[in-house]
């Protein structure tokens, strides 16, 4: 068999979890690494050897998944990883980047699984840093899998996204053909999108949690600590959905890139037969879920900070009306007493400010303008 590439997967959630495990039994090397304050999360793993995995997995094995390492001591985890998964949330991209960026090797790609222009964002903090490390930047829009982690080493993952349905691409564009394969090689889930734009502005969690979270907002944070919140989806929710989908296909086509709609994505992703999206999220795995209102609350924080803020500054550089984004910016942000206007992540923060649609474009493919 050809040989599987090494992996670095950063973080012992769900995910990264799944990632590490799966990949074992895939035959890739696998190391596991978490930062030193979560470092307690890995204690389990590092005992047993490795992650105990059920459920739906791509190596379509179940059981001991053993691991090269796990740790929390960057010098050990990085060294000769063809591929650096970060599979943290939004807010984890950055300080996982420090903790490790001192012992990155020219050649290895890192891959955020998790999106949210999270090789962009590392890129600017390349350059903040002053690294010089040739290394390749990437990013997919999802996750492969829905997961659970259990302790003390153990992840059951309840499905794995379809082949060909999850857009990965690196920045720049022009540096992501051998990766892109060997990434492949794993999950044949990606396919090659044009270039990150796609990835941030295609159909995603984004366009599930904000609008379905708005009319039932009194209920998941005023009077239950949590709730199967897929059950609780309602017609006024799709309604805004639906609206927030035009708005980000039309920002999406202005800047030529071509985009599912959240009903054909639905479709992809939870493959049932119910013909608009409240039906098809409460038909969902999803609907089984208990969502606590803390974990509700900091997946609205990261969709909003890391995509509602960029889509309305890109949507003003092309010139087009989102009202529907804008206002749930605002009103979450009076629901939870922050400005995600000033902490969210603006085209300046991304170095984007002032680009033309052709500069832009440019700037993405070839990382310069």
Not at 169 to 193: C, T, V
Request: net charge negative; hydrophobic share 40%.
């Amino acid at each position: 068999m050809k040989d599987r590439p090494s992996i670095t997967v950063c973080a012992s959630g769900n995910i990264g979890r799944s990632v590490a495990a799966d990949c074992s039994l895939m035959g890739c090397s696998v190391k596991l690494y978490e930062l030193k304050e979560f470092e307690e999360n890995i204690k389990g793993i590092q005992t047993a050897g490795g992650i105990e995995i059920s459920g739906v997995t791509q190596s379509g094995k179940t059981g001991f998944a053993p691991l090269d390492l796990a740790t929390s001591d960057p010098e050990l985890a990085f060294q000769g990883s063809e591929i650096i998964m970060i599979t943290a949330p939004a807010m984890g991209h950055i300080p996982f980047f420090d903790s490790f960026y001192k012992y990155l090797e020219d050649g290895q790609c890192v891959l955020v699984n998790t999106g949210y222009w999270g090789s962009l964002r590392i890129y600017q903090r390349m350059k903040e840093l002053g690294v010089s490390t040739n290394v390749i930047l990437a990013e997919s829009a999802l996750p492969p899998y829905l997961s659970l982690e259990e302790q003390p080493n153990l992840v059951h993952c309840f499905s794995i996204q379809p082949e060909e349905s999850i857009p990965v691409a690196s920045f720049p564009g022009n540096r992501f053909e051998q990766a892109f394969d060997r990434l492949k090689e794993i999950y044949p889930q990606f396919y090659k999108a044009s270039n990150i734009i796609a990835t941030n502005l295609e159909v995603g969690n984004p366009s599930i949690h904000p609008p379905f979270t708005v009319p039932i907002s009194g209920l998941v944070f005023d009077k239950c600590d949590s709730c199967k919140y897929y059950r609780e989806v309602t017609s006024s929710g799709a309604k805004i959905a639906y609206a927030f989908d035009k708005e980000r296909k039309k920002v999406a086509e202005k800047l030529g890139i071509s985009t599912a709609t959240i009903d054909s994505w639905a479709e992809i992703m939870f493959g049932h037969e119910q013909t608009n999206i409240e039906d098809k999220l409460k038909a969902s795995v999803f609907a089984e879920f208990d969502f606590p209102s803390w974990a509700l609350e900091r997946t609205l924080d990261e969709d909003i900070e890391y995509n509602y803020v960029p889509l309305a500054g890109l949507a003003e550089a092309a010139n087009v009306e989102v009202p529907h984004a804008k206002a749930m910016v605002t009103l979450f942000g009076t629901i939870f007493g922050k400005n995600y206007w000033e902490t969210g992540i603006t085209l300046e923060k991304l170095g984007l400010k002032g680009l033309t649609k052709d500069g832009l474009i440019k700037f993405l493919e070839n990382g310069s303008a």
